[in-house]
């Protein structure tokens, strides 16, 4: 299978401050990304949908100025949480589609964000 | 709209008992049925996959699920239970399998495997 990482792992930020992580297919050419959010003993929840050089589609209800998705390439695609507060804090995973693996998701390790 | 239910937060076997993780689909078209495991702090791991044909899937680490069109099911099942395979498992569905297409979730089930 094709291979997907995630920098940083784990990180923690003051309130306030952004975030940026992101998202890379090591092995294939990612058309599409996706990013997930989840909570403690909870499923993944849908955040939003990228294609490589446009703009990301969000899922109802999450603030697109709030997280800013970029797809600049075929193998990078970054989240950055603006102005993060407590509540922000969570587990963020990404999955990536394409190429040979057009029919298939691949998710990367996630990371785990704390806000203070 | 698709959703998927799985039954049971929380399965408790011991080692070398049968596995039956249960899940339930709802779609308007065929689907495409998707059983992930999730170890702590980690990202998720494709198990096995269900697009066309055969209706018993197999996937890795010894577990299979089968495609139940009438009762709008794909349970997963594993013949006897390893320690190692305490983790959390999801089941997914989608509409269509290629690009772009996200995948829906259900909650969840920890599987807890005591010696």
């Known amino acids: 299978g094709a291979v997907v990482s995630q920098h940083p792992s784990w990180v923690i930020c003051k309130s306030g401050t952004s975030v940026k992580i992101e998202c890379r297919s090591l092995d294939f050419q990612a058309t599409t990304m996706f990013w997930y959010r989840q909570f403690p003993k909870q499923s993944l929840m849908l955040m939003a949908t990228?294609?490589?050089?446009?703009?990301?589609?969000?899922e109802q209800g999450v603030e697109k100025d709030k997280f800013l998705i970029n797809h600049a390439s075929l193998t990078l695609s970054t989240l950055t949480v603006t102005s993060a507060h407590p509540e922000d804090s969570s587990f963020y995973i990404c999955?990536?589609?394409?190429?040979?693996?057009?029919?298939?998701?691949?998710f990367g390790p996630g990371t785990r964000l704390t806000v203070l | 709209a698709q959703s998927v239910t799985q039954l049971g937060s929380h399965v408790s076997v011991s080692e070398g008992a049968l596995v039956l993780l249960r899940c339930n689909y709802s779609?308007?078209?065929?689907?495409?049925l998707f059983w992930y495991v999730q170890y702590p702090n980690q990202g998720l791991q494709l198990l096995l996959k269900y697009t066309t044909g055969a209706t018993l899937v197999k996937g890795i680490n010894g577990f299979e699920a089968e495609f139940k069109k009438s009762e709008t099911s794909f349970h997963l099942t594993k013949p006897s239970a390893h320690m190692s395979d305490a983790a959390e498992y999801f089941c997914?569905?989608?509409?269509?399998?290629?690009?772009?297409?996200?995948?829906?979730f259900g909650k969840g089930t920890t599987l807890s495997v005591s010696s």
């Open positions: 997914a569905v989608s509409l269509l399998p290629q690009a772009g297409t996200a995948l829906i």
């Open positions: 999955s990536a589609q394409g190429g040979e693996w057009d029919n298939e998701q691949f």
């Open positions: 779609s308007s078209v065929p689907p495409y």
């Open positions: 990228s294609n490589e050089g446009s703009k990301a589609t969000y």
